[in-house]
Each structure stands twice: as structure tokens, then as C-alpha cells.
């Protein structure tokens, strides 16, 4: 394995693209192991840029850390991991080309393997499953939380498994060896944040059901995480839904929107709320089953009494464009 070349430096630099995934992460500390586990005296540090809410949850899982750092000092030898172009890198590029580079990935191919002494590409659904090959080869079965953090890159880059293929179905069972399954889908479940579960409670709370055609339309209000308040709506039982925030500071309306596949086969979300947001002189837009918009707050209005104007308008428009599309 041409890999094995380059093990026996005195020490590394991995870099994971920024806002690192489970997946860059993974793959950065099971390159750490593999390499400590041929040369125990070697300095090996990983950086990011920035990693993601998601990756630090895995890392405190298993006891780890990378340095989070812009721009960072490179050692002679240079492992990029889960990165396909070097614009997902804050790394010095003149530096960098002066480096011997090794790049392991699993996105298409760019510019940036020309520069590699050694480019490991694999079109696998992760690059966290190209380590466990690696592993696999080289006959080393690397300890738990290792296993915990390959587990993690693989169950979050496939989208929970939907991307899965055979192979990755054997390379899980391959590292599962007294793990549970439960607790890996767990790491990577963040339970939202406190004032965002209670805007979900409170647009529940505040909901006015109407019933059209057979369908169910929530209208609700909350002061932030429309969107989310929304999709939650929808995800309990509403065929479409409407929440509006006013930001009294802003002096701003916002309207989120979300429907089921059984609306927005008639209506096209995105092309609703910008209808709706031309009558409140804002602006939206968006996708079929997501939409959205802004609109300026008229401060002398009460809120109460915006809050009623702009949902019957979302409601008043829905169904005229609605029964427009029935026709
Ligand atoms: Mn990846």
C-alpha cells in the first residue's frame, strides 16, 4: 500500500474542510491513530477552520479535540481529509504546495489532487469508509472510540443510511463490535435548543386551524424560529402552514411557510409568497414545499392587529390561487 510510504514522518499536519463534519472529523482522527499506531513518536494535529455543532458533539463523545484555527503552521508532510478543493481550506496556499500532500476523499476529483504527491479518491458514500478499508487491509482493528467516530462520519454523510451500499452495510458491521447502533444515531440527533422547542410550543399553542377543500391550514405566530415553527406544523398534521414573526426592532415582517407533497403538487410555495409578499410591498420566494418572505412592519399598527392581517392575507391568497389551480 503506496500509503504506507508516508507514515514514518516525525510529524504531521491533517486538515479537514471548514465547519468539519462527523465525517472530515472521523477520518482526520482515524488518520491520527493509523499513523501513531506505525510511528508512536510522531506529532500529529488536526485542524479545522471551523467545525460544526454536530462534530463537537461527537468529539466530546469520544474524548477528543482538534485545534480550531484559521491558517495553521504546516508540517513537512500534509494529510487533507474529506475535502475535494481548496477553497473549503484557510490554509496557505504557497505553503501548502512547498508540503508533501496526501489527500484522502470522496468527492469528485479537482484541481487540488494535481498538487498531492499521493490522492486517495474513492467515489465511496464517505471518506470515513476509505479509512476503514485502509484499516481493514492493513489488518489493524482500531480501538472503540475510534470505531465511535468512523461510525459517526459514515451514518451522517450516507443521510442516516439512505446512501448506503452494500459495502457500507459490511463496514459498519465490521466496527460495531460492542458498540450500539441506537447510541451512534444518538450522537448525531442534536435535541434542538431550549427557545427553540418553546417557539415550537407556543406556535402550537397559538395555532387557528382552517379547513379548505379538505385540507388542513395552520396560521400561527411566533417571535423567532418561524421556519422551524412552520416545518414542526406540518410534521404534526397540516397540510400547509403559515407563521409569522414580527420583528418590532427590525420594523420587519417574516413569513415561513411549508406544505405536503398533496399542496404543493397545485401550488408552488415559493411562487405563493412572493405573490403574497408584492401585497405587503416585501419580498419572497423560495422552494415548492418551503417558502417565505419579508415585509416592512408598519410601527403604527398594533402587533396583534398585523399579525391578523398578514395571516388572513397568506390564507385569503392561498385559496384563490389554490382554486385557480383546481380548474
Ligand atoms: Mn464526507
Known sequence: MELLNYLNRDSYTI???????PDAIASA???????????????????ADSISKVSKNVLNEINEAIFVESYPKLSDTVFIVDTSSINQLKVNEEELKKREVILIDHHKRTDLADMCKLAIIKEYPSTSEILVDIFRE????????????????????????????????????YLLKDISFNKILGMLNLESDYSKRT????????????????????????????????????????DLAFVVAVRKKEGEIRVSARCRKNVSRYIHLGELMEKIAKKLNGSGGGHSEAGGLNAPYDKKKKKEEVIKEVLNLCYKTFVE???????
Open 321 to 327: 390561487e389554490y382554486k385557480k389551480a383546481l380548474k
Open 15 to 21: 486538515l479537514c474542510h471548514h465547519n468539519a463534519d
Open 199 to 238: 417557539a415550537h410550543l407556543k406556535a402550537c399553542s397559538r395555532m387557528v386551524l382552517k379547513e379548505f377543500d379538505g385540507l388542513n391550514i395552520a396560521l400561527s405566530h411566533v417571535s423567532s424560529h418561524e421556519a422551524s415553527c412552520a416545518k414542526t406544523l406540518v410534521s404534526i398534521g397540516a
Open 29 to 47: 482522527i482515524a488518520l491520527k491513530y493509523l499513523i501513531n499506531k506505525y510511528n508512536p513518536n510522531a506529532d500529529c494535529k488536526i485542524y
Open 138 to 173: 492493513l489488518n489493524i482493528y482500531p480501538p472503540k472510540p475510534v470505531r465511535i467516530a468512523l461510525l459517526c462520519g459514515i451514518v451522517y454523510d450516507t443521510k442516516h443510511l439512505k446512501l448506503a451500499n452494500a459495502q457500507t452495510f459490511e463496514r459498519i458491521s
